[in-house]
């Protein structure tokens, strides 16, 4: 590259550069692993992005323009400028095709990959925690889920090399779910911990001490959408709320336990689904959203509309909500809402 930005006129940078395309060989993963004395080496490159940013140059009319696009790929490979909530690299930013920037989120396949087995009636896909914590965490940063479930949060914590602590009710699935987190892989040395406890009232400041630390930098909430899916007998559980008031005001109290330990100017997301309730759509949503946002340090960042899964759901089942659409005027629930919120106060 060096040799190639000297050229002093345009027939030459465009024949060295001609010749740096040719060299790249194409891979089954589109990647190009450079271990050279790179700053930040080894680094490594998307094959289609690099070869399009090659092909602008070539297609540069004069010796200034094509000076400029390779002077921008260089820099892109020698530096990383990351932002304060994310290790994603601007200067980089063409490659990161696999982080979701509409608002509008249609996953076709959820992720069944290593641990991910999908076993828990009510669980998200791995593809939700997966993209929140790429664009709202830096690797080793602590996150924290207070619904965790079945630890798809935290499985993928391991993947995605951030620490997390998930707090969950019920400890029978506490357990499966701390023996599923085992089995993943933990290339990054991380710590992905599941606490048994009501996230009301349990004891983050503890939780968080015990583990040397005393913030985390993104919270993930994914509590039952109300009683759709009853999770226990217990009554301490959300989707045990005698009615929609109650349980709002039970997520506004777990909310209110986690806040303070979120560092200011990061991020909260809360995944929720609306339901029917005696023929009459209550948007539990836009409900849950507004508790969020009267704890007074919250501003709304997006709202995210993704379809629902419905992998699980059986044909006979699916064809019956049809019939029943059709006859009672209403439509069937394909969607479900992620709200992210940024803490803009303590
Ligand atoms: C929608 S599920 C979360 C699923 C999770 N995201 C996963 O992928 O497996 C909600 C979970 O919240 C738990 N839960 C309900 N009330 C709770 C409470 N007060 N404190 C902690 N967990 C609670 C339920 O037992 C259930 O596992």
């Known amino acids: ?17 001609n010749e740096l395309k040719q060299s790249i060989k194409p891979t089954d993963e589109n990647v190009l692993e450079l271990t050279a004395e790179y700053p930040q080496s080894p680094l490594s490159l998307k094959i289609d992005v690099l070869t399009a940013e ?44 696999d982080i979701i920037t509409d608002s509008l989120w249609i996953i076709d396949r959820r992720d069944s990959s290593g641990a991910h ?3 828990y009636w009510g669980n998200f896909i791995p593809q939700i925690p997966h993209q929140l914590m790429l664009r709202y965490s830096k690797r080793r940063e602590w996150v924290l889920d207070p619904f965790v479930g079945s630890g798809t949060t935290l499985i993928e914590c391991r993947r995605l090399g ?5 707090i969950e009710l019920n400890p029978t699935v506490a357990q499966k779910a701390e023996e599923l987190i085992s089995q993943e892989r933990n290339d990054f040395g991380i710590k992905a911990d599941v606490i048994v406890g009501d996230s009301r009232s349990v004891d983050i ?17 994914h509590p039952p959408y109300h009683d759709i899916i009853r999770f226990s007998e217990d009554e301490r ?13 039970m997520l ?7 806040t303070p330990f979120l560092d200011e100017g990061r991020y909260l997301a809360l995944v929720i689904g609306d339901k029917y309730q005696n023929g009459v759509w209550i948007p539990l949503g836009f409900r849950c959203m507004d508790v969020i946002l009267s704890q007074g340090c919250y501003s709304l960042k997006s709202i995210i509309v993704k379809n629902f899964d419905e992998t699980r759901a059986k044909r006979s089942q699916q064809e019956l909500w049809r019939y ?9 629930f394909k969607h479900e809402y992620i709200f992210v919120f940024q803490k803009v106060k303590d």
């Open 54 to 97: 090659l092909d602008q140059i070539l297609d540069a009319q004069t010796l200034e323009r094509a000076k400029h696009y390779l002077s921008r790929l260089r820099k892109g490979i020698d530096e990383s400028i990351t932002g304060k909530v994310n290790d994603i690299n601007i200067l980089r930013w063409k490659e990161y095709t």
């Open 162 to 166: 951030r620490n997390g602590v998930g």
């Open 252 to 258: 506004g109290q777990v909310v209110a336990n986690v």
């Open 237 to 249: 559980d959300l989707s045990n709320a005698k009615d929609v008031g109650s349980f709002l005001s």
């Open 205 to 221: 400041g503890e939780i968080l001490g015990g583990r040397g630390v005393s913030k985390v930098q993104l919270i993930i909430v």
């Open 117 to 119: 087995l999908g076993w």
């Open 324 to 332: 029943r659409a059709l006859v009672g005027g209403f439509y069937v």
């Open 1 to 17: 590259m060096d040799e190639t930005a000297a050229a002093q006129d345009l027939m030459l940078l465009k024949r060295k550069v």
